[in-house]
């Protein structure tokens, strides 16, 4: 008897709980999907940042909403579908994964702004939003063929896409910038989150005589690691140094909340359009971390390129040689972004073979 | 270098074998529980939060063990005294493991872990070649292997671990001769959520001193497999273990060695390696049939 | 001291088979009330949104049915594995090789544009689960391997050997190098047609079909008298003349076809190529599926329902609420342990007894 007024109850309150959910309408919503757990401290943390940033700057005329750990198969349409039906204003797509559910759910629910992170399809209402992490990666490059004493730095990496490429080239050129005689050992985790797997990565590179790691995986692992054997590394997504106080020499750091501000007002002031942004340095999204652990010299010289590449100058500034010595860009020729974008070869200098 | 890869190999291997060795108990006696990964993960939060509000390491180890008994007992109510199928309640173990785990650990995200410290003896551990590797390792594990000899001595040689196996191979019969089923499973179970917690707070505390979600990785499933690889016999734990963590340590040498093989079949290296080690070993059938527990997954209701 | 003591029922409680999985959804539903409030939540918003809001649209009722479909589909499989006493596992890599076979015309014969691509993808794709599935069939039946370790370690494998064939040799010259195959031509894609304003694919009536047809199989054939035969008692099995190794073989060769025909079918209507990720682990949450629903077709699709329901809910309590996705997974594992729990009930009748009555019942 007892249950049966339980259960009365709890259908008489829902009736009311649903009435109540359906308030708060005229703010606008912005709503996030992430593909991994906000509790990575790596790339899924780094973007519900930018939306607590927004929260932060926008105050009560937004209302937030995220889904995280959403698989980038079957799930993401019905993530997306389900955000565009409870009135989110702008949805934003943080992996590259999402893009063509993204899309299908865009083109279904022409009223709805979408953004989407990293990917190449866009509609009218959907943009596109990417970060130019590759300027960071050629100043780690710098300072690395500053302060190796080998010559040699050990790059973590997870899978081998355009955007890891891309990364390793920048890395490549600005250490060759320094010692054209600069090397690197590539070790693939094939994951994109195993903290365990990072470490023994990282012991295997720092075993076979690098004294510099830089990673493109997203914990602090193997940064540790280096703290651990007194050498050096680098953070990834973001400032790392916490956890290698004398090991982290600097950090990429991805600050998405510039952008989710800029395109959030847009929305709020009726000015939103699809845009296709690539941000860097220049405009906040990429962010190096204090520069720590090394030389004056070396501080200044990165300094320096920071400046640079803020002032306009693109570290895929000609000439630029591939792997097998085939000139790819002449002097002076800046690499065009879409190349960029599906960049599959290595630079000159590289050991490591691609996967084709 | 060889020095150092063992070092490595044994940082790898020690999570697996400590959570291994406590599954190998609990199916020991009858019980199979699909859910060490959630163990596991809840080992490695709890771990984490004690090392870090404690300060020490120590205390984090013994909260990673508590961890892993608490949810243990949740399975072993469910499957031992409402008799629940152990293969589900296994699962659903492990996504609680993982959620509750989540939802504790969100505080200490991007906080800075402690490590477990490691042995330093003046003299031995500064011997050559063996020094570390024998006298520099921490806490957790000399414990996994004290761990390999006790359960293997336990379950051989003494009284108690005699009727751990009866009530494994057949519960009906020891019953009959007065034994309590129920409650010699409740005991195997927490023994393997203590270390089940214990291989997770290893990787919160020594292995990689920080906690992100789902920071075990599927561990808790190796392990699993790798009482299987035992066929149930401890010291073969250890081989499965450390042959897992050595292929997965050797393959990451093998890519920094620039050999230009696709990485996504070196990864697949340590689990293919262990399947074809233990095709090759399962020829000796009658030895695998003799260990595996006959009661193993059923349950056991006492009639009166 | 006080004690729970189960006491055997004379045959199986009618009642409590219909009442236990209410029983167990109330008691959840008591459980996520409590947590949301605990959380601060107003706790029958909470309840409503994980629970109901879900499908109280016609396009909700689409997406719980979109997402229990291959779940029955591969647990359906492998109720006939644990019920023969196979305990495989690794149905996950099934789906995955499946699902890689399967695509074959599509990426490899993309000017093969053809009505006939359809049918003969999802045959390949359960030709190629089967194929997959038989690997520790055979080194079961063959060396004595035991088949939970291999068929888990495949999965690993079967992952791993996606993503290289989607990095390299598959790989869409249109994708800008990104991990990705070309795009499904039009017969090599399941189209969703408008059913009283679901919007469903081929996948869901196959799924209902094979419901249907292992529930006849299962009940009145020869087939499932020795499955069940061989899973009870191998030595009893044997003198009926049944043969435990061809048993294994066809098992796994048929919860392999069927998970490759759930892993196609999902490629061939929700993501329409192949990528590195292609299922939110459907392998693994079939197991809990296939247990749930009592390894019986007609449970297994119930239980589908119920899992399928429960991802919903745990999106639903993100997205209008904004609690976390890690109060989701904790709900589903809590909802699973009621169910199991209260399935107990069906057997047994469940008694408090104090200590000294206890240890008197036994002496």
Not at chain 2, 127 to 133: E, F, N, R, W
Not at chain 2, 260 to 281: D, R
């Amino acid at each position: 008897m007892k249950k049966l007024a339980l259960l009365a109850g709890t259908a008489l309150a829902l009736a009311v709980g649903a009435v109540s959910g359906a308030s708060a309408a005229d703010k606008l919503k912005a709503c996030w999907v992430y593909t991994g757990p906000i509790g990575d401290f790596g790339y899924s943390y780094q973007h519900d940042q930018g939306r607590l940033a927004v929260e932060k700057e926008l105050g009560d005329k937004v209302e937030t909403a995220y889904v995280e750990n959403v698989a980038e198969g079957p799930d993401a349409e019905r993530v997306f579908e389900r955000f565009a039906r409870e009135g989110c204003g702008i949805v934003f797509g943080t992996s590259f994964g999402f893009m063509d559910p993204e899309l299908k759910v865009a083109k279904k629910f022409p009223d709805v702004k979408f953004e989407h992170a990293t990917g190449y399809k866009s509609a009218p209402n959907m943009g596109l939003y990417n970060a130019r992490f590759y300027e960071g990666r050629y100043i780690l490059g710098q300072i690395a063929a500053k302060e190796s004493k080998k010559a040699l730095a050990g790059y973590i990496v997870s899978f081998p896409i355009p955007e890891v490429v891309m990364g390793i080239n920048a890395f490549m050129l600005g250490a060759q910038s320094i010692n054209p005689d600069f090397k690197i050992k590539i070790v693939w985790v094939n994951s994109w989150f195993d903290p365990g797997k990072e470490a023994d990565a990282a012991k295997a590179l720092f075993d076979q005589g690098a004294d510099i790691v830089v990673q493109h995986t997203d914990s602090t692992a193997a940064i540790q690691v280096a703290e651990e054997r007194g050498l050096k590394g680098f953070g990834q997504s973001s400032d790392m140094i916490k956890f290698a106080p004398k090991a982290q020499m600097s950090a990429i750091v991805d600050d998405w909340g510039p952008h989710y501000i800029k395109s959030v007002k847009a929305v709020l002031d009726g000015t939103w359009k699809a845009g296709d942004v690539w941000e860097g340095i220049k405009d906040g999204t990429v962010h190096m971390a204090d520069y720590a652990n090394m030389s004056d010299e070396t501080k200044k010289l990165a300094e320096e390129t920071e400046a640079k590449i803020v002032g306009g100058w693109n570290p895929f500034t000609g000439p630029i040689a591939d792997q097998d010595g085939k000139e790819r860009y002449a002097a002076g020729v800046v690499a065009p972004d879409g190349d960029l974008l599906g960049m599959n070869w290595y630079v000159k200098g590289v050991d490591d073979k691609l996967p084709q | 270098m060889l020095e150092a890869i063992i070092l490595t190999i044994i940082t790898a291997a020690t999570p697996l074998l400590l959570a291994a060795i406590g599954e190998l108990v609990a199916e020991k006696s009858g019980v199979l529980n699909l859910g060490v990964e959630g163990m596991m993960v809840m080992g490695a939060v709890a771990g984490f939060a004690v090392t870090v509000s404690t300060g020490s390491p120590l205390m984090g180890v013994v909260g990673g063990a508590v961890a892993g008994v608490l949810v243990s007992l949740i399975f072993a109510f469910v499957t031992l005294t409402l008799v629940a199928n152990q293969v589900a309640s296994g699962l659903a173990l492990t996504l609680f493991g993982l959620g509750l785990s989540g939802l504790l650990g969100e505080s200490f995200v991007g906080q800075p872990g402690i490590k477990l410290a490691s042995l330093d003896i003046p003299g031995l551990t500064t011997l050559p070649v063996v020094g570390k590797i024998v006298f520099g390792q921490d806490i957790l594990v000399y414990l996994s292997f004290a761990a390999v000899f006790g359960v293997a001595w336990f379950l051989n040689r003494t009284r108690a671990g005699l009727i751990l196996r009866a009530v494994g191979d057949n519960h009906a019969s020891a019953h009959a001769l007065g034994y309590s089923v129920i409650g010699v499973r409740y005991l195997a179970v927490m023994f393997g959520g203590a270390m089940a917690g214990l291989g997770g707070a290893y990787m919160s505390i020594a292995y990689t001193p920080l906690w992100v979600e789902n920071m075990t990785a599927g561990r808790g499933w190796i392990a699993l497999a790798l009482v299987v690889f035992a066929s149930w016999m401890p010291w073969r734990a250890v081989i499965g273990a450390y042959l897992f963590g050595a292929v997965t340590v050797l393959q990451f040498h093998a890519q920094a060695l620039g050999i230009g093989f696709p990485p996504q079949f070196l990864s697949m290296l340590p689990y293919l390696a262990t399947v074809i080690v233990l095709v090759a070993i399962s020829g000796n059938r009658r030895a695998t049939l003799f260990n595996t527990p006959s009661s193993l997954g059923k349950s056991f209701v006492p009639d009166r | 001291m006080m004690r729970l003591e189960l006491v055997k029922r004379a045959e199986k409680s009618r009642l409590m088979s219909v009442l236990s999985p209410v029983v167990a959804v109330a008691l959840t539903v008591v459980f996520a009330g409590i947590v949301f409030a605990a959380q601060g939540h107003n706790p029958f918003t909470g309840i409503w949104y994980f629970f109901l809001e879900p499908i109280t649209s016609l396009w909700g009722v689409e997406q719980l049915i979109t997402k229990a479909t291959p779940l029955v589909i591969i647990a359906l499989g492998l109720s006939v594995c644990y019920l023969s006493n196979n305990w495989n596992i690794g149905a996950e890599g099934q789906l995955t090789f499946g699902a890689i076979v399967g695509s074959i015309p599509p990426i490899l014969f993309p000017d093969f544009v053809n009505p006939l691509v359809l049918p003969l993808m999802l045959l390949m794709a359960m030709a190629g689960g089967a194929m997959f599935a038989l690997i520790p069939a055979k080194l079961k039946t063959a060396f004595g391997t035991n088949e939970i370790l291999t068929s888990l370690m495949l999965v690993y494998c079967a992952n791993l050997f996606l993503d290289w064939m989607v990095r390299g040799p598959w790989r869409s010259p249109e994708g800008y190098n990104f991990p990705i195959t070309v795009d499904f031509h039009e017969w090599a894609v399941l189209n969703a047609v408008d059913v009283g304003g679901i919007y469903l694919n081929l996948s869901a009536p196959i799924a209902l079909l094979l419901v249907i047809v292992l529930a006849v199989v299962m009940r009145s054939t020869l087939k499932g008298f020795e499955i069940r035969v061989l899973g009870q008692s191998p030595r009893a099995g044997s003198f009926a003349g049944f043969s435990t190794r061809r048993m294994t073989a066809f098992a796994f060769a048929l919860s392999g076809a069927l998970a490759g025909l759930a892993g196609v079918m999902v490629v061939m209507s929700e993501i329409g190529k192949l990528q590195p990720v292609i299922s939110p682990g459907y392998g693994f949450t079939a197991i809990i599926v296939a247990f749930l629903g009592r390894l019986n077709p007609v449970g297994i699709l119930i239980a589908g329902l119920v899992i399928a329901s429960s991802y919903l809910g745990g999106e639903a309590i993100q997205t209008s609420l904004q609690m976390s996705s890690k109060l989701a997974t904790v709900i589903q594992g809590v909802l699973l342990f009621f169910v199991l729990a209260a399935d107990t009930l069906i057997l047994y009748k469940v008694r408090l007894v104090t200590g000294r009555e206890g240890e008197g019942a036994h002496a």
